[in-house]
C-alpha cells in the first residue's frame, strides 16, 4: 500500500481507497465492489467526509434495535470485508450477533477468502458456507436469495452494510429489521431499510459499537422509545439537506 502522509487533507478517503484496492488484489473484492466505492466516496465527499447528526440519531435507533434482537445477524460482502473486518467482529461479539457471507456476485474463492479475513480478525463462526444449511429468500432472483437457514433465514435484525436494493426489499418481506449502512441517502436500499445509517462504513461501525455499549443496561421502555421516535424518511430529508448545505457553502453561494 503506497504511504499516505497524515498531513494530506483527504487522507482518511484516500486510505478507506487503497483498502479496497488492497482488498481486490487479495481476491476479497469484486470489481463492481470497486465501482460502487466509487460511488460511494462521492456521496461521502458531498456529506462532507464526517458522521453528520442525523447518521448519529441513526447509529443510536440501529444499536437499540440490536440490543432488542433476539437473533440479529451481519451480512459481509467483500467490501466491508476488505474495509473493517476488525470492527465488524467487534460489532457481533458485542450485540451477540451472528456474522453470514454473503455476495452479490457468488465466487466461492472470494468467500474463503472473506471467511479467512474475518476469521484472521477473530471470527469464530461464520455462516452462510455450508451447502447443507442453504435455504431461500422469496421475491429476489439473485444468487443472493440463497441464505443459511439458521443465519439470516431465521433473523430478526439484519445489519446490512452497503447492500442492494432488491435484497434489502427481499428481506423486508421476510419480516426482518433492516439496519443498512449507505452513504447514498437516495439508493433504493436506503429507501428501503429500516434503519439507514448514512456514512461511511468505516467510520459509523466504531460509534455502532460505542453506542451498543452505552446502551447495553437500558432498559426496555427506554430502547422501544429510541426505536419509536427515530423515523428513517425524515432522517434521508435530513441527510440530503447536509449534503444541500454542504454543496452550498462550499460553492461559496451561501
Ligand atoms: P441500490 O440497489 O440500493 O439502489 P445501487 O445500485 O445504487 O444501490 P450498489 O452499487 O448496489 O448501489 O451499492 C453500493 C452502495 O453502497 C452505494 O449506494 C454506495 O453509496 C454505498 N457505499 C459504497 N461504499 C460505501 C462505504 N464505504 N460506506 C457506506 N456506503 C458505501
Do not use: W
Amino acid at each position: 500500500m503506497p504511504l499516505i502522509p497524515k498531513s494530506h487533507p483527504r487522507a482518511e478517503s484516500l486510505l478507506i481507497r487503497e483498502r479496497l484496492i488492497d482488498g481486490f488484489d487479495n481476491g476479497l473484492v469484486a470489481k463492481e465492489g470497486l465501482l460502487a466505492q466509487g460511488r460511494g466516496e462521492a456521496f461521502d465527499y458531498l456529506l462532507g467526509e464526517k458522521t453528520g447528526r442525523a447518521a448519529k440519531q441513526a447509529i443510536k435507533a440501529a444499536a437499540a434495535h440490536l440490543i432488542q434482537a433476539q437473533k440479529p445477524v451481519i451480512s459481509v460482502n467483500g467490501n466491508t470485508a476488505a474495509l473493517c473486518p476488525k470492527q465488524i467482529v467487534r460489532l457481533a461479539d458485542q450485540t451477540k450477533a451472528k456474522l453470514e457471507v454473503n455476495l452479490f456476485y457468488a465466487n466461492e474463492s472470494r468467500k474463503k477468502a472473506i471467511v479467512r479475513t474475518l476469521k484472521k480478525n477473530g471470527a469464530k463462526e461464520i455462516f452462510g458456507t455450508n451447502p447443507k444449511y442453504l435455504a431461500k429468500l422469496e421475491r429476489i432472483d439473485s444468487k443472493r436469495r440463497i441464505v443459511d437457514r439458521d443465519g439470516i433465514y431465521a433473523a430478526d435484525v439484519v445489519v446490512v452494510p452497503l447492500e442492494d436494493g432488491d435484497r434489502t426489499m427481499a428481506l423486508r418481506s421476510a419480516r426482518k429489521i433492516v439496519i443498512a449502512f449507505d452513504l447514498n441517502p437516495l439508493s433504493r436500499t436506503s429507501q428501503t431499510a429500516d434503519i439507514t445509517i448514512v456514512d461511511n462504513v468505516t467510520r459509523a461501525v466504531d460509534l455502532l459499537i460505542i453506542e451498543c455499549k452505552r446502551l447495553a443496561k437500558a432498559n426496555p421502555d427506554r430502547l422501544e422509545r429510541i426505536i419509536s421516535s427515530f423515523n428513517n424518511k425524515d432522517n434521508l430529508s435530513e441527510n440530503v439537506t447536509q449534503i444541500k448545505n454542504n454543496l452550498t457553502r462550499r460553492a461559496g453561494i451561501a
